[in-house]
């Protein structure tokens, strides 16, 4: 495998650019469905909720809204975005006629897809803490774990890129893993809930751990086992980040 | 020097073989040409030479250096023009030029001039604001040659620059490689523009079937396949076609039939007599050009 260099750098400033270019267009939508979300499950449903160790609802929910939707952020650049700057825009192949390389072009993908779950997290963090919702300065260690959370997420999308026919294909990665995850990671309720067996197949998802690592950030109280979520997501990137390259190159570079 | 140098080239995409064992040498310079039909392999060969794709057999040098080897240094000093339009339609004309010389690591501040120099020389600086979909076909053209240009290449490889240009935007695309040339830009042109080709190369190679199957300046191309005169023409009664390609062969013109039309090569000293023309309904006669030549060398491959 070749490995990337600073110059996906570039890719990341090429992305950021045309971000912070059409910010307009796409801030509303990653900032007015987690605030949705909220209101309706939080302070909504959240009103005939009582959780067993007497949390309150929202409470709950909030950190877990933050993880998952870190992870929508990461999965749709690296999946719909990568594939329109591929495929239809062709900016991949205008980038590598330049001295980058495909390896520059997969990380600098993946970076930004890390960068918009931070960017994600930062904004819903804010709201939730003006609700009164974050407990402790342990939140700030929020921040890079939904940058190492991002890097996870992107690196799973792009690879599942790499393999996609075609743009329609990305409704399965969403229909069949994103949004199973996002109702069976321990975002809307406690994994007790089910049986040990269906509990043992929810740890699979790989938001779990995100979730669960989030949420003891926001309420104060790290610890518990919560870290072994951390050794999950890095296993997870070391695991997908080198895959995502490998495999782009040989789509790519026939 | 030879600018590009390839030996014993081969690519294959599985079972097929899009390049079958090409040697090429691109002179310092020189204005290159090479020619072929759709699935020639040209396009084919300019992805080995700009490292986008992975060789099969042999060794391309750039600039002395292996393309396996030095990737990234042989990329920074080569603009590619490619034959489908990849500017970034998510960028203004000017962002475009900037954010690709970004990829070159060059300062901010040089990006900018050259930028709008590349602009002016192009005739697009009024349009630098413009987003790439407000931009005519002949615009995005220039400006894919202008985006090739940020890193001041040595070389310059454009696959079909003029391809769907109208008139005017042709002349001028030409008028400004011929002003690159004369900057001591080396380009690498593929195209099946004949006049094109003509007007700019200084050699050419034509390509069929993944082969050169003939190399040199665009007069000895001429001077070695166009004949003196080429006459199309049908017999005149099908059932002796076979008698009258006999004669020809007998008499020593060389011929070539296509869809019932036969194309035949008059050499200098050489005359159709009497009798041939009376078993032959010439529809047309015209002093050879390099469409000619370049018909007569890749027809077997059009008619697959």
Known sequence: MRTPSYRSLRVWQRNRDVFFKLWRTEVPGFFAEPLFILLAMGVGLGTYVALSDNTDYLEFIAPGIVAAYAMFSASAECTYGSFVRMKFQRTFDAIIATPLNMEDVVAGEIFWGATRSLLTSVAILIVIAAFGLVNSWWALIVLPIAVLSGLMFSSIALFFTSLAPSIYSFNYYFTLFITPMFFFSGVFFPLDAFSPTVRRLCRVSPLTPAADLTRALVSGQPGEGSWWGLAIILGLIVIFFPLALIMMRRRLLK | ?304
């Not at chain 2, 396949?225 to 023409?233: D, F, K, N, R």
């Open chain 2, 1 to 304: 020097m030879s600018l590009i140098k390839a030996r014993g080239v081969v690519k294959k995409f599985g079972s097929i073989t899009a390049v079958n064992g090409v040697d090429l040498d691109v002179n310092e310079g020189e204005c290159f040409g090479l020619l072929g039909p759709n699935g020639a392999g040209k396009t084919s060969l300019v992805r080995l030479i700009i490292a986008a794709s992975p060789i099969t057999e042999g060794t391309i040098w750039v600039d002395g250096k292996d393309i396996t080897k030095m990737p990234r240094q042989i990329k920074a000093n080569l603009g590619v023009v490619p034959q489908e339009e990849n500017l970034d339609p998510d960028l203004t004309v000017l962002e475009n030029l900037l954010v690709f010389s970004r990829y070159f690591d060059i300062p901010k501040k040089e990006a900018r001039q050259r930028a709008l120099s590349n602009l002016q020389f192009f005739e697009l600086q009024e349009r630098q604001k413009a987003k790439i979909d407000e931009l005519s076909g002949g615009m995005k053209r220039r400006l894919l040659i202008a985006r090739a240009l940020m890193s001041r290449p040595k070389l310059l490889i454009l696959d079909e620059p003029t391809v769907g240009l109208d008139p005017q935007t042709r002349h001028l695309v030409w008028q400004k490689l011929v002003a690159l040339k004369g900057q001591g830009v080396t380009l690498l042109l593929c195209t099946q523009n004949m006049e094109e080709a003509w007007r700019l190369c200084d050699r050419l190679a034509i390509m069929n079937d993944g082969k050169i199957v003939a190399l040199g300046t665009p007069r000895e191309l001429l001077a070695r396949y166009g004949s003196t005169l080429i006459i199309e023409a049908r017999p005149r009664y099908e059932e002796k076609k076979a008698a009258v390609t006999a004669k020809l062969t007998q008499h020593g013109f060389q011929w070539q039939e296509i869809e019932g039309m036969l194309y035949i090569y008059q050499g200098d000293s050489q005359v159709l007599d009497e009798e041939l023309r009376n078993e032959l309904v010439i529809t047309s006669q015209h002093a050879p050009t390099l469409e000619d030549v370049f018909l007569r060398l890749t027809r077997r491959s059009l008619r697959e």
